[in-house]
């Protein structure tokens, strides 16, 4: 079987996203095929992503699907003959739909009655004819917030304009019509090293003639070719190109064939801070800099170029221009910032819009500030620093440098801060305060600025959830989502052990909501099946934590260790049937006396006696390594009770006839209940 060939010609496609979208075509084409019968779903797919193409080649492609039994049900049998036994309009339309006489038909039994069916063996699709039905389906999946139009807009809509369309099954072209171009096998070079149209003479060749053609097609290649050319013109340089993943992304969805430009700028420009000069050279030009041993940065700077230019010196000379021109604005803006202090343009904050039912970056300020220092006191944080670099932290949104690099807020607060005489550790507080600012981000190292990073996103969260609710479906302009899982992460991976409710209340407190608190635990909740999901983590593991709703994330997490570890213990399976046993028992009972004390005079098993017993000895054993967060001993803890819950199960029927025993069981089982409640639902875990 050959393998299908798909490549959709554009003009330049958006960078951050290219790669996404060429799986998702992959993946869809191939699924669709799969479903249609003709090809494999484990397919060994290969997809290829450059600025002017998106293409996917499947293998093992069949040109058609295997025939396969197929069955249309008609009438019912008792609707099919009337009382002379001669067929009925039903059935006479039925038989001619499908193009048969009535006595091919066949008598289907079944639990609701006899029905007539026409049973037949339908041909397997030919992949000529079921390819365009999957390509739309494919192109219509593609992740794509807005899709353009062109020309006179009858040609259907894509990531950009299309320009060519290749359809290849092995050497021979599958025709259809899209976007207003047929499918053909000539596909298109490198935009100035071949120009010209270039026909792929098999499916199997495509990514070996285009790079003829000097198209690196392959995305994984083209990036490790990128990073090996930058690595060596950095150590031409005697440096080390410093390979942001997300920048070398970017570059490698900007070229086709990638080519390594080094140039320099005046060393006079390191005088400003260096994640400026990152900024200004990454960010905006897409360069890569340079660092030596320590590392320092240094004067250079490494492009990629899509063209290998026989004057590499002109390429570099332009791009040596445009950088300085940006490192001339950004040392202005370094010079001018400083000569107003932080503490000033913190009062002018009062005339930045927060939200409009939320006041000012000031009113925010304030209430930060106030949440700042309860956080201090709880971390041991100084409370003085803390409270300092709260007012602070935003002060730097006013300055010209943030105005053109937002992305360096926090960072810069700091140096000007720095500049102004504030305390190392309010200076480290306002640099730390936005971290993490992504999945995966560094959390802030000092206590004041674990405080301040706290006390931001809880009056963030407990602020635009009041005015505005949780945000629903992709939209969440406020990135609440992102900072619900800051919090989580704060106080589970920096191991704070504090009571998010009690916080979220304090954080609720200017806003007079009463049930803003509960609504904002519950939002933070709903971020953790995700995170703990990627650390492999079962589903039922999650929720049997989470559906008790520990106040301390801390204490969650460590009880979601605890039960991870407690399902490979031998006696894991049949504590886990107990609980679920025993939750069912106490559900239906609802009786009142389940609360009541237990009295050992009412047992009258010696099953009942050794179960009391052993919970006795497990809730002496359990309270002190549950005090310390042990909860993995405590899970240990509780494994020893299996042996005495089987024997108390096989031996005592719990809803006994006499009121007094049947109350007194289950108050023992209650009791029970409660002990592993201590660190999970266990009811709730998966056999």
Known sequence: MDALLIEIGTEELPPRSLRALAQAFGEHLRRGLADAGLTEAD?????????????????????????????????????????????????????????????????????????????????????????????????KALPIERRMRWGDGE???????????????????????????????????????????????????????????????????????????????????????????????????????????????????????????????????????????????????????????????????????????????????????????????????????????????????????RLAGLLAGELGADAAHTVRAARLAKADLLTHMVGEFPELQGVMGAYYAQHDGEPAAVCAAIREHYLPRHAGDALPPSAEGQALALADRLDTLAGIIGVSGTPGGDRDPFGLRRAALAVARLLIEAELPLDLPALLDAAAEPFDAPALATQVFD???????????????????????????????????RRLRAVAGFRTLAAADSLVAANKRIANILAKAGETAAEAAIDPALFDDAAETDLAAALATAEQRCAPLREAGDYAGVCRELATLREPVDAFFEAVMVMADDDAVRRNRLALLTRLHRLFLGVADLSRLQA
């Not at 009535?102 to 063996?121: D, F």
């Not at 170029?305 to 000379?317: F, G, K, L, M």
């Not at 909740?525 to 520990?550: N, T, W």
């Open 523 to 557: 939002f933070v909740l709903d971020r953790l099946p995700a995170y703990y999901d990627g650390q492999g983590f079962k589903a039922d593991e999650i929720d049997a934590v989470l559906s008790l709703k520990p106040g301390r994330l801390l204490e969650l997490d």
């Open 155 to 369: 040609h259907g809509e894509f990531v950009r304009p299309v320009h060519w369309l290749l359809a290849l099954h092995g050497a021979d072209v599958v025709d259809f019509t899209r976007f207003g171009l047929s499918s053909g096998r000539a596909t298109r070079g490198h935009r100035f090293h071949h120009p010209q149209p270039l026909d792929i003479t098999d499916a199997a060749r495509y990514a070996e003639q285009l790079m003829g053609a000097h198209v690196v097609a392959d995305f994984a290649a083209r990036r490790q070719r990128v990073a090996d050319c930058v690595r060596e013109a950095a150590a031409a340089l005697g440096g080390q190109a410093v390979l942001e993943s997300a920048l070398l992304d970017e570059v490698t969805a900007l070229v086709e064939w990638p080519v390594a430009v080094s140039g320099g700028f005046d060393a006079d420009f390191l005088a400003v801070p260096a994640p400026v000069l990152i900024a200004a050279m990454g960010a905006h030009q897409k360069y890569f800099h340079v660092v030596d041993d320590e590392p320092r940065l240094l004067a250079h700077f490494i492009t990629v170029a899509n063209i290998d230019s026989p004057e590499p010196q002109r390429v570099r000379a332009g791009n040596e221009r445009v950088l300085r021109a940006r490192l001339a604005d950004a040392r202005y803006f370094w010079d001018t910032d400083r000569q107003r202090p932080l503490i000033e343009r913190s009062a002018a904050l009062d005339g930045v819009v927060y939200e409009q039912r939320l006041g000012t970056l000031a009113d925010k300020t304030l209430r930060v500030e």
């Open 43 to 139: 397919a060994p797919l290969a997809v290829f992503a450059s600025p002017r193409r998106l293409a996917a080649q499947v293998a093992n492609v069949r040109p058609q699907a295997a025939d396969r039994p197929a069955e249309r049900r008609g009438p019912a049998l008792k609707a099919a003959y009337d009382a002379d036994g001669q067929p009925t309009r039903a059935l006479l339309g039925f038989a001619q739909s499908c193009g048969v006489d009535v006595s091919a038909l066949e008598t289907l039994e079944t639990n609701k009655g006899a029905w007539l069916v026409y049973r037949h063996t339908q041909a397997g699709e030919r992949l000529t004819d079921a390819l365009p039905r999957l390509f739309d389906a494919a192109v």
